[in-house]
């Protein structure tokens, strides 16, 4: 059996002096601490949105102006990124730790159990007044933000006293912990129990459980590893490499997680390996270490006697070896972040049975918090807490035992990370991994393969998609199966299980930290940037995982419940940080009520920037301390061009189907003709592109339809205009739009069609079109038909008839004004439109609209269209002439018919004559 430190009645913590020697943790140029009531800040915005286009070698400025209409000072600073993070800094569980645990107290059925067993129990008391950390997360500077963390949950910890002093009067063993605000009781009885269950400022008893390190090989040592490991070099899953892309990040980002601690809860670690040594917080050099805040065994003295950092097991070794571990020759490179520095906390104590202690792990929980010296009593000092914490061990799943411990570390602006577990069911994530504020980092071996099961989570299930929330689980999937340090100094081993991934996320997390100071405690963002960016180029049939996907992936493989998000990708996690084309000016400031800062957006087009698809986009991220707003994103989209665009415009046209050599015209067309006009449009250089077409005419045509294959077209409120707007189309490429139109009638002369193009940033645009028409219809005849003469004072029938060589629309009218000697007599008919007699003339017009489509100069009287009677009168011999005219839009023809008076008839009767008779 270990030997166990000695059970305290009470556990005062109280601040310590800073050590001069200790790493300093990145600074903040604004120092924002908690805002006392009634003097709070908030922040406006003049936009959300910024824009710009720019030729190369240019730069173009906007501007962002902030405002604090609140009433106290306000704390803000800015940095950009690749991809959007509009989500809040805190990542929240779906239902959250209970702050006021109401109800009836809540008895572990195990501590009954365990009492029937041996007639005493260990058990957790925990009470119902809980700390509300949730303004933390609007503090921007880590010291004050840790603090207030710190003595909100001390303060809250005051509600323990009526129970430490029952057990003192009991002769119990206490222990009190900080976070949950529980007070561990040893050996209690049934009475101890029924009492405590029966206070009501108690809310929750719990038997004291043990968790398993999340580890299910055994690990095989070897003299040293590959200089760089497969782990960390290079990740393109469809060439079957599938690394983290954490050397990259060194040599060619020279990021190495500087400035950033990580905490190791875990079995302990090997101090004096020689790829670990240079990175543990307590060597301040020359041989010389202090341990004191960087070391903490509370519980179990599994090895050691808790003075100096020991391993029992070697996992705690392996785990901070994957994470900062690296030799100071750099021959042996094990770890994602190397520059990092570590501390540890052996909350996996138990070497019987290889498990980590619940009480063990609650103080660990605690020290993060605020680290103390080795005591694990005196000088707590939430300063000199890690930025992130990195747990490969993990319970069955669906218990949040552990929740207000890991909310506490992001309310502090510690990001938890944490193994997935290695359950080979679906929906068998461990605890706390399957907690939403956890991020849980599921494996895979060098195959690219998971071995493990997988979600979802019992804590959200079914989960969102939305980037922002995190609610898949596993969130992500990093490497297994790989080399790291043994617990025997200057050896190495093969580390497996999610025991191993999560290190790897631990060490990418502090190589963006490294990288990015502005992102330290931005939970939120951090999360957002290790999922959107893990690698999901991978479409094999089995990297969607046996366990499947939410609903909201639809048909993508991405996310699913076990590989998250995708290949953990350090490289493309830090380059979303490093936005070349862009920058801001200040990244930091503190406003007065009332008082405004102009921030400088500045776009820079370079040769580089002008390589990615375009337009280029980004976000500027704004963190402030406004208690009534998450932090604030303002999209950015960026056209940068290699060379001015030059405008591309293409037309055609066609007149009824027949295309026509000179689309600009003159083109002679008909009513009723369909005129089609084709614009294709683009520009000549080496980015997308934005244009604009527009179009008009004139009432003489009508539009039939405009299609476009790409981009959108409105149409004016007139019925007589349309504009065509293309964005972000390929660049040297046409894109068509076609507009039909048909030809109207009237007494129209000429029309057109009139277009410009604009292309934005286009040094010089190409000058407007126009299709011009022009109105031309068929000639139309007019015949004249009737007797060629008559006796004065009778009556003649007279026919007229229209012919024409092609369809006409127009109005067509006809007058026949009667001469003198010629008199309307009646009999009006009318084979097509309308005829009438007016006084001494007939008049007759077509129908509105009507085709006229006959035989030009038809054979009359066949095709007459008119024709009445007249009587005529004149001297004999007359010849009356009598001339008709047509009229229609464009034209006039006239016919003409003679008619002569003849004299009266004369009847010749035969006359006889008789020859005398012969005498």
């Not at 501007?63 to 989500?87: K, M, Q, R, W």
């Not at 269950?197 to 398993?212: H, I, T």
């Not at 944490?418 to 991020?439: Q, R, V, W, Y």
């Not at 017009?845 to 007249?870: K, M, N, T, W």
Request: proline share 7%; net charge negative.
């Amino acid at each position: 059996m270990e030997e166990r430190r000695p059970a305290l009645a009470v556990v005062v913590l109280a601040l310590g002096m800073l050590l001069c020697f200790l790493l300093a943790v990145p600074g903040h140029p604004a120092r924002a601490g908690f805002q006392p009531a009634g003097s709070q800040p908030q922040i406006a915005i003049d936009s959300l949105a910024l824009s710009a286009t720019a030729v190369e070698p240019g730069t173009v400025t906007r501007t962002l102006t902030l405002t604090n209409v609140g009433s106290g000072p306000l704390h803000f600073y800015v940095f950009e990124s690749a991809i959007p993070l509009d989500g809040p800094a805190a990542v929240t569980s779906a239902a959250g730790a209970l702050r006021a645990l109401e109800g009836p107290v809540q008895v572990d059925p195990r501590i009954g159990a365990e009492l029937r067993a041996v007639g005493t129990v260990d058990f957790f008391v925990q009470m119902r007044a809980q700390a509300d950390l949730s303004a933390a997360h609007r503090i921007l500077d880590w010291t004050e933000r840790g603090r207030y963390v710190y003595e909100t949950l001390l303060a809250a910890s005051r509600a323990q006293e009526p129970v430490v002093r029952y057990a003192h009067t009991r002769g119990l063993p206490a222990r009190t912990f900080l976070v949950n605000n529980a007070v561990l009781i040893e050996d209690g009885s049934a009475d101890d129990v029924a009492w405590l269950a029966a206070r009501g400022d108690v809310a929750r008893l719990r038997a004291v459980r043990a968790y398993p390190l999340a580890d299910a090989e055994a690990a095989v040592e070897a003299a040293a590893p590959d200089s760089v490991g497969w782990n960390l070099g290079e990740l393109d899953p469809n060439r079957g490499l599938f690394g983290t892309e954490a050397a990259r990040v060194w040599q060619e980002l020279g990021v190495r997680g500087g400035s950033v601690v990580v905490g190791i809860v875990d079995t302990g670690v090997n101090y004096e390996h020689e790829a670990l040594v240079r990175q543990y917080r307590g060597n301040v050099g020359d041989g010389t270490f202090v341990h004191d805040y960087s070391w903490l065994q509370p519980n179990l003295l599994a090895c050691g006697d808790g003075s100096a950092p020991c391993d029992w097991s070697g996992h705690g070794t392996g785990a901070a070896g994957l994470a900062v571990g690296e030799t100071e020759d750099l021959v042996e490179q094990i770890g994602v972040a190397p520059g990092a520095r570590w501390i540890a906390c052996q909350g996996c104590d138990d070497k019987d049975t290889n498990t980590c202690t619940e009480d063990a792990l609650m103080a660990c929980g605690d020290w993060m918090i605020a680290p103390t010296r080795t005591d694990g009593v005196t000088g707590a000092n939430p300063d000199l807490r890690p930025h992130i914490v990195n747990n490969s061990w993990g319970g069955d799943g669906c218990d949040p035992w552990y929740l207000a411990y890991v909310e506490a570390w992001q309310a502090a602006g510690i990001l938890p990370v944490f193994a997935a577990g290695n359950s080979s069911l679906c929906g068998g994530l461990g605890d706390p991994g399957d907690m939403m504020p956890a991020l849980a980092a599921a494996a895979h071996y060098p195959s690219g393969k998971n071995p493990y099961g997988g979600g979802p989570s019992c804590h959200a299930n079914p989960p969102g998609c939305d980037p922002f929330l995190h609610q898949v689980k596993p969130n992500l999937n990093a490497p297994t199966y790989a080399q790291t340090a043994s617990r025997n100094a200057g050896y190495y081993t093969t580390m497996t299980g999610t025991s191993a991934s999560s290190p790897h996320a631990a060490g990418c997390a502090a190589l963006l930290w490294s990288l990015q100071p502005a992102l330290v405690g931005d939970l939120g963002a951090t999360f957002t940037i290790l999922e959107q960016t893990a690698d999901r180029s991978l479409l094999a049939t089995w990297n969607a995982g046996d366990c499947g996907r939410p609903a909201c992936a639809g048909a993508s493989p991405y996310p699913n419940y076990e590989y998250g998000w995708g290949y953990l990708d350090c490289y493309a996690a830090a380059g979303s940080l490093i936005v070349p084309w862009v920058s801001t000016a200040p990244v930091s400031d503190t406003l007065a009520p009332g008082q405004s800062r102009t921030v400088e957006v500045t776009f820079q087009c370079t040769p580089t920037s002008t390589l990615p698809v375009q337009p280029l986009r980004g976000t500027v991220r704004i963190r402030h301390d406004d208690p009534s707003q998450d932090p604030l994103s303002v999209d950015l989209s960026f056209l940068c061009m290699a060379t001015e665009p030059v405008p591309r415009w293409e037309q055609s046209v066609s007149v009824n189907g027949q295309p026509v050599a000179h689309p600009a015209g003159p083109l002679d067309v008909r009513p009723g003709d369909t005129v089609a006009v084709v614009d294709r449009v683009g520009a000549t250089f080496s980015e997308t592109i934005t244009a604009t077409l527009a179009a008009s005419w004139s009432a003489e045509l009508a539009l039939v339809s405009a299609e476009a294959a790409a981009g959108t077209v409105t149409f004016g409120p007139g019925g007589d205009s349309l504009a065509w707007s293309l964005q972000g189309v390929a660049p040297n490429s046409t894109h068509p739009l076609t507009t039909t139109f048909q030809v109207g009638s009237g007494g129209w002369i000429t029309t057109s069609v009139a277009e410009s193009l604009a292309v934005d940033g286009a040094a010089a645009q190409l000058p407007a079109t126009a299709v011009e028409l022009r109105h031309v219809q068929p000639p139309l005849t007019l015949a004249k038909a009737g007797p060629a003469e008559t006796r004065a004072g009778e009556q003649a029938a007279l026919f007229l008839a229209v012919g024409s060589d092609g369809a006409v629309r127009d109005l067509v009218v006809m007058t026949d004004t009667l001469p003198a000697g010629m008199t309307f007599a009646g009999n009006l008919t009318a084979t097509y439109g309308t005829a009438w007699q007016q006084g001494n003339a007939v008049y007759w017009q077509s129908h509105a609209g009507e085709i006229l489509d006959l035989p030009l100069l038809p054979a009359l009287p066949d095709r007459v269209i008119v024709s009445f009677d007249v009587l005529l009168d004149g001297g004999l011999g007359q010849v009356i002439r009598n001339t008709a005219e047509l009229n229609w839009g464009l034209g006039q023809a006239t016919a003409v018919h003679d008619v002569r008076i003849a004299g009266p008839y004369n009847y010749y009767l035969p006359v006889i004559f008789h020859e005398p008779a012969a005498e």
